[in-house]
């Protein structure tokens, strides 16, 4: 039975739509059909015009007469009608991609921060480690931690019983690199390149595998030994059950096997969204917080002689990827930083090899322009932190700033002048920037390996939008 009611507004829209659908279909098809298919295409579509045309149609009439249309074009409307379902979803996805790439490259990239150069203000990979009298989360909360926070769950169980040893690898490392497959791959298909570390527990061995930025090092040391540096514990040649190499005793403790030797989960670091769209208008200033890509700078800084004691080229960063450090000076700026007398007690003389840098060095007072550096959180923070040391060599970071340390380019009272496009000497063409993690005891930035070119910052940090904690929203 036909519907008496009145055809509603999205009735006669999409009566219209397969009116307008036919009306092109026999505009362009009439020549190459049959007569007869001519003639039942011709008449539905002016019968459903006609109806169309009346205010009071009901809707059933309408929709009779768009069926019946519908059949016509399903018979004779060729490639405008009907469009299979497969073709429609692959339009559609590819609509959606072209959206999504246009975003990504002229106006916001997600940007996820792996280390914690940049720490308190962004947070890289963070651990929550399970003492030994807490409860590990089963499946379920590791669902929901997984969710809220992207954390990832980690255990070392015994597989039988003795201390715990930490084996050394090839050349005094304590892990090596191997690429992960499935499926511990990147979304469980990316093969991802991972830190293998070798535990030994009674004579055999266990492996655990972390992301290749995630510091375990750190997370040992402090865990087992109480201290900060996995090099502060010596090594152990044994004589007995079969070991060859060295190893670290990690723990006095004898674990029994299927006892679970360490637990902890890796937070994943801030996930934010960079703005690739302002620096189009306005030029990046000291103090922001910037996304930048490395792979042009060992080059940029050969070309400016930012380090004239290396006659040839030799990566410092080694590696194109993204970095996100603050903006610490402007072209044409000079910086400087200033260790307090009293604080000379710390002459950094560790590794060399740049692509491995740990900056420590003296707290200092960073200096832009002949004056304290000002204009963010991280300048304040990091300056009264180093205030603090003044009065109190024990005082500890309220905020989680460490004060600015000298060391490479930065070093004690040096002088830094941050090239211009125009400055002589500089065949680049290119305006440069100076570039420094909040966190400068843990952070490879210009100090190591110089400026970073104008063309290589893609935008600013602007907005965390995960995790889901306190940190969400606006950057700064």
Request: glycine share 10%.
């Amino acid at each position: 039975m036909i519907s008496e009611k009145k055809a509603t507004r999205s009735q006669k829209k999409g009566a219209k739509e397969i009116l307008r659908l036919g009306l092109k279909a026999l505009s362009s098809r009439r020549v190459i059909l049959p007569q007869d298919e001519v003639d039942a295409l011709s008449s539905t579509s002016r019968a459903l015009q006609e109806s169309l045309a009346v205010k009071s149609v009901t809707g059933g009439e309408l929709e009779e007469k768009a069926k019946a249309v519908d059949k016509a074009l399903q018979k004779s409307g060729g490639l405008y009608y009907h469009k299979k379902g497969w073709v429609e979803n692959i339009e559609m996805l590819l609509v959606a991609a072209i959206v999504v790439i246009g975003i990504r490259s002229f106006f916001l990239q997600p940007f996820i921060i792996p280390t914690n150069s940049m720490y308190p203000s962004f947070y890289g990979m963070q651990p929550h480690v399970y003492e030994a009298e807490d409860e590990v989360p089963n499946f379920a909360e590791r669902a929901v931690d997984k969710l809220l926070l992207g954390a990832s769950h980690y255990k070392l169980e015994a597989q039988s019983s003795g201390n715990l040893y930490l084996a050394r690898q090839a050349g005094g490392r304590t892990h090596r690199q191997v690429t992960s497959t499935f499926p511990n791959g990147r979304f469980f298909l990316i093969p991802t390149v991972v830190s293998e570390y070798v535990f030994e527990i009674g004579g055999k061995e266990h492996l655990l595998q972390v992301p290749a930025e995630f510091d375990l090092n750190e997370l040992l040391a402090k865990k087992f030994a109480g201290v900060d540096d996995l090099r502060d514990l010596p090594l152990i040649v044994p004589q007995d059950q079969g070991y060859t190499g060295s190893r670290m005793k990690l723990s006095e403790r004898t674990f029994k096997e299927g006892e679970v030797a360490l637990a902890f989960d890796i937070l994943l670091g801030d996930a934010l969204f960079v703005d690739r769209f302002t620096y189009n208008f306005i030029k990046p200033k000291a103090g922001d917080p910037a996304v930048f890509r490395t792979g042009t700078i060992d080059q940029f800084n050969h070309e400016l002689g930012a380090f004239p004691q290396d006659p040839m080229p030799r990566p410092r960063i080694g590696e194109d990827k993204y970095y996100i450090k603050r903006l610490v000076g402007e072209p044409g700026d000079e910086l400087q930083l200033t260790v307090p007398e009293k604080f000379h007690t710390n002459k950094y003389t560790g590794n060399q090899n740049f692509a491995n840098l740990v900056v420590r060095g003296d707290p200092g007072f960073l200096g832009r322009n002949g004056q304290p550096i000002s204009g963010c959180i991280a300048f304040d923070e990091n300056r009264l932190f180093v205030e603090s040391l003044i009065n109190d060599p024990n005082a500890t970071s309220e905020n989680g700033y460490p004060g600015y340390r000298a060391e490479g380019l930065m070093a004690d009272g040096e002088t830094v002048i941050i090239p211009t496009k125009n400055s002589p000497g500089n065949p680049t063409g290119q305006n440069a920037y100076f570039a420094m993690g909040d966190n400068s005891t843990n952070s490879l930035d210009g100090r190591a390996w110089g400026f970073v070119p104008e063309n290589a910052i893609i935008g600013r940090a602007l907005l965390i939008y995960y995790p889901f904690t306190k940190r969400w929203g606006f950057a700064n």
